[in-house]
């Protein structure tokens, strides 16, 4: 299983970007799909997560900002990002919890991390 994610760059304070995170390989289902970031010399923190049969949570920080939508036919997770801030700067990872899927190994249960990609806000 391997997911990768796509979407950072740069972009003005106001600004918008639009992440993606595939998640490939034999998967079965997958329990959640989110995001998390981590900016520089911090830890990393949760910025939305999407739940099957709970809903989605969202870090206050990026509340009314941020929309995470899912494609569970696609296995793919999104985060719209709008008015974007210097302090959104960070790099995102996506991460998938609770995946069942057929590996080399036979049936398998684990949680994965996306390579992560960077946003940076700035004027």
């Known amino acids: 299983v391997q997911l990768q994610a796509s979407g950072g760059g740069l972009v003005q304070p106001g600004g918008s970007l639009r992440l993606s995170c595939a998640a490939s390989g034999r998967i079965f289902s997958i329990d959640a799909m989110g995001w998390y970031r981590q900016a520089p010399g911090k830890q990393r923190e949760m910025v939305a997560t999407i739940t099957n049969g709970v809903g989605t949570k969202y870090a206050d920080s990026v509340k009314g900002r941020f929309t995470a939508s899912r494609d569970n036919a696609k296995n793919t997770v999104y985060l719209q990002m709008n008015d974007l801030k210097p302090e959104d700067t960070a790099v995102y990872y996506c991460?998938?919890?609770?995946?069942?899927?057929?590996?080399?190994?036979?049936?398998?249960?684990?949680?994965?991390w996306g390579q992560g990609t960077e946003v940076t806000v700035s004027s």
């Open positions: 991460r998938a919890d609770g995946v069942t899927a057929s590996t080399s190994r036979g049936l398998s249960r684990s949680d994965y």
